[in-house]
């Protein structure tokens, strides 16, 4: 397999799919410059040895084209920035003047090219249909979207370059124009980026090599959204930590009165079914048996303790409390593998946050004595830089939904494109 590292890129033209979908400010200025950073060592492999890049990345969810509160053109400062050369623009994915520049492109040349979701191939996901559409007709224009301008669209793309690189593992998990269906033109000139190299190598030796034992704390909001890499978790964990507002589905589900917190009936089912597996797999669950409970969702909130099986009707749950934190401590303590996904509390509210701290520190600790901890989704990475712990961890990955994608299913479109 050829990888940026043992390929000849001298006079050759790199296309690399990026993540740029940064945030930004009213005046269209990039407030955390992160992504882009984080694809400079790629960018500047690639013109150090003597080739020519062009930048491809979506920005936001345009549903038209052009859309300029979603151009790229905007993030220009910040990119000339980070490389410290220019970047030309190409103002268009498309058309005659983004192929004109990325022909004309000189070794030691950058080109960044338009939003790429400025057209509706990038996803394949037809737009302009009428409200009242049916199943039917929605299907049938996404297969005509796909078999028809949708390969042009890609072709075109692929045609600008010599090589494809793809280095956004955000949206790896997505069958995207950029991210799957280009890598097709390129069968020995296609490689990872040096982030997406990374995340592979640090989520394969996790998922496929742990040092036991290994556990996985699942918090965020809801049971719906995390039962795919829970049931896959099942396979390779000796434990899972459950924390967050799913505690709520799984005490109601087992006949505990939650008051007002985040609870979803319909999952009950699925929480038994969980409780069934683990004791069948032979996983320990690990949850907190009290919350910290409160009267309204705000930092004036009143707050007590209550057992997560007894809430008042009025009281909502919101983080774990005191035996909980101890529990999860002491837990996370003892394993030699960790990875979290969700805050185990509403951390971004001062008050309920100091659940999601204990966990923050406990994974710290265990890694400072050996431990390998992985941190990934956009809320765990919140937390784990309010706390400042960033550098006390082992791996942050910068994929929130590709991470978990690649968790459940053991591998993902965008990374598959690459090794077909
Ligand atoms: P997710 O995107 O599913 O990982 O969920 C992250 C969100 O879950 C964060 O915004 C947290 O505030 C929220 N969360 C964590 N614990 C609770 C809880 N007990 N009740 C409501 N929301 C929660």
């Known amino acids: ?8 890129f001298k006079g050759k033209r790199a296309i690399i799919r990026v993540d740029f979908n940064v945030p930004l400010n009213d005046k269209g200025e990039v407030t955390d410059d992160t992504r882009i ?29 052009p859309d300029p509160k979603y151009s790229l053109e905007q993030i220009i400062p910040a990119v000339e920035k980070n490389l410290g050369t220019k970047v030309l623009f190409a103002g268009d994915c498309m058309g ?7 022909a004309a492109l000189k070794a030691g040349e950058v080109l960044l090219l338009e939003n790429l979701r400025f057209y509706a191939e990038e996803e394949g996901k037809p737009r302009g249909l009428a409200e009242d ?23 075109k793309l692929a045609s600008y370059a010599d090589c494809y690189i793809n280095d956004a593992f955000g949206t790896a998990h997505r069958k995207h124009a950029s991210t799957y269906l280009i890598a097709k033109y390129f069968p020995n000139d296609k490689m990872f980026g040096y982030l997406m190299e990374r995340e592979v190598k ?38 899972i930590v459950i924390g967050g507002g799913m505690t709520y589905t799984f005490s109601a589900a087992q006949g505990g009165k939650v ?12 929480a038994l079914e969980i409780l069934e597996l683990a004791k069948e797999k032979n996983v320990k669950l690990v949850m907190s048996p009290d919350a910290l409970i409160c009267d309204k969702f705000s930092e004036e909130a009143n707050t007590q303790t209550a057992s997560v099986r007894e809430i008042p009707d009025e009281w ?28 185990v509390g509403v951390f971004e509210i001062d008050k309920f946050s100091t659940g999601s701290r204990v ?15 992985l941190i990934g989704g956009g809320d765990s990475v919140a937390c784990i830089n309010k706390f400042g712990l960033a550098d006390k961890v082992s791996y942050i990955s910068t994929g929130g939904g590709a991470l978990l994608e690649y968790i459940e299913f053991g591998t993902l479109p965008g990374v598959e494109a690459i090794r077909d």
């Not at 397999?1 to 000849?8: G, K």
């Not at 199943?135 to 669209?153: M, Y």
């Not at 919101?318 to 030699?336: M, N, T, Y």
């Open 316 to 343: 909502e749950g919101v983080d774990i409390a005191d035996q909980g934190k101890a529990a999860f401590r002491e837990h996370i303590l003892g394993c030699k593998t960790i990875l979290w996904n969700g805050p």
């Open 1 to 8: 397999m050829v990888t940026i590292d043992n390929y000849d």
């Open 96 to 102: 005659e003047k983004a192929a004109e520049m990325a």
């Open 359 to 373: 966990v923050a520190d406990a994974i710290a600790e265990a890694t400072q004595n050996g431990a390998f901890s």
């Open 37 to 65: 950073r984080a694809a400079v060592p790629t960018i500047k492999k690639v013109l150090a040895e003597g080739g020519a890049v062009i930048l491809m990345s979506h920005l936001g969810r345009p549903k038209k084209n």
């Open 259 to 270: 008051g007002k917190s985040i609870c979803e009936p319909e999952m009950f089912p699925v």
């Open 133 to 155: 559409a049916t199943k039917e007709e929605k299907e049938a224009a996404k297969k005509a979207l796909k078999e028809g301008t949708q390969k042009e669209f890609v072709k």
């Open 202 to 239: 640090a989520i394969s030796a996790v998922m496929e090599a742990p040092q036991r034992p290994f556990c996985a704390i699942i918090g965020g909001s809801k049971v719906s959204t995390k039962i795919g890499v829970i049931k896959a978790l099942m396979d390779k964990c000796d434990s």
